[in-house]
Antibody, heavy 125, light 107 residues
Framework: EVQLVESGGSLARPGGSLTLSCAAS????????????MGWVRQAPGKGLEWVGR??????????DYAASVKGRFTISRDDSENTVYLRMSSLRAEDSAVYFC????????????WGQGILVTVSS | EIVLTQSPGTLSLSPGARAALSCRAS???????LAWYQQKPGQAPRPLIY???IRASGIPDRFSGSGSGTDFTLTIARLEPEDSGVYFC????????FGQGTKLEIK
C-alpha cells in the first residue's frame, strides 16, 4: 500500500517562498516510484479541493503542468532516488494559504488513488 | 478548463435512505476520467469511484456511479451515519478539476 507523507509546511510571508516535500513508500519492484505520476492538490480553509499540478514519471516524459492560478510561481520536481516529490512555491500570496495534499495518480484508471495527510501552509505578514 | 458543478450543496437524509449526488460538466467528458471522492473533517479525500462507475478498493457496493457526457451521479444506498462527509467529483484530463462538493448529512 502506497503511503505519502508531506512535510515543510509553515508560515510564509507574502512574496516569500516555501518548499513542500512528499515522501512516498510502499511502491514495489514491479510498480516503482520512478514510474509513478504524482500530483498536488490544495484546500483553502473551509473550501473545496483545487488542483495544483502534476509531474509525470521520467519514462512518461518527466513533464509538469500546473493550474493557471499557480503557473509561473510553483514548480514541481522529483527525486526518484529518494522516492520524494517536491512543490516549490514562490511569490506566495495570501490566497495560497491552504492545506496541500500530494497524491499518487493511478495511470490508465486516471484517478488519485493514494493521498498524503496534508500539510498546512499559511501566507501572512 | 472543464468546470464541474455539483448539486445539491447540502443533502440531509436519514439512515437507510438513498442519496443521489449530481455532477454536471461544462462540456462533454470522457467517462474514464470522472471520479468521486469522500472527505471527512480533518482527513484527506478518499477515492470512491473512478471511470464513472468502478468502485475503488475497499468501497462497499452501496456506492455506485453512473452517467455519461456531461451528467454524472453518485448514488449511495442504505445510508449509514458513517457516510456523512463532503463528496467531490473530479475530472482528470488535460486540465484536471474538481467540483465544489456536496455535503451529506445523515440524521
Amino acid at each position: 500500500e502506497v503511503q505519502l507523507v508531506e512535510s515543510g509546511g509553515s508560515l510564509a510571508r507574502p512574496g516569500g517562498s516555501l518548499t513542500l516535500s512528499c515522501a512516498a513508500s510502499g511502491f514495489t519492484f514491479s510498480d516503482p516510484f520512478s514510474d509513478a505520476w504524482m500530483g498536488w492538490v490544495r484546500q483553502a480553509p473551509g473550501k473545496g479541493l483545487e488542483w495544483v499540478g502534476r509531474i509525470k514519471s521520467k519514462r512518461g516524459g518527466g513533464t509538469t503542468d500546473y493550474a493557471a492560478s499557480v503557473k509561473g510561481r510553483f514548480t514541481i520536481s522529483r527525486d526518484d532516488s529518494e522516492n520524494t516529490v517536491y512543490l516549490r512555491m514562490s511569490s506566495l500570496r495570501a490566497e495560497d494559504s491552504a492545506v496541500y495534499f500530494c497524491a499518487h495518480i493511478r495511470l490508465v484508471e486516471w484517478f488519485l488513488e493514494s493521498w498524503g495527510q496534508g500539510i498546512l501552509v499559511t501566507v501572512s505578514s | 478548463e472543464i468546470v464541474l458543478t455539483q448539486s445539491p450543496g447540502t443533502l440531509s437524509l436519514s439512515p437507510g435512505a438513498r442519496a443521489a449526488l449530481s455532477c454536471r460538466a461544462s462540456q462533454t467528458v470522457r467517462s474514464n476520467y470522472l471520479a468521486w471522492y469522500q472527505q471527512k473533517p480533518g482527513q484527506a479525500p478518499r477515492p470512491l469511484i473512478y471511470g464513472t462507475s468502478i468502485r475503488a478498493s475497499g468501497i462497499p457496493d452501496r456506492f455506485s456511479g453512473s452517467g455519461s457526457g456531461t451528467d454524472f451521479t453518485l448514488t449511495i444506498a442504505r445510508l449509514e451515519p458513517e457516510d456523512s462527509g463532503v463528496y467531490f467529483c473530479q475530472y482528470y484530463g488535460v486540465s484536471p478539476s474538481f467540483g465544489q462538493g456536496t455535503k451529506l448529512e445523515i440524521k
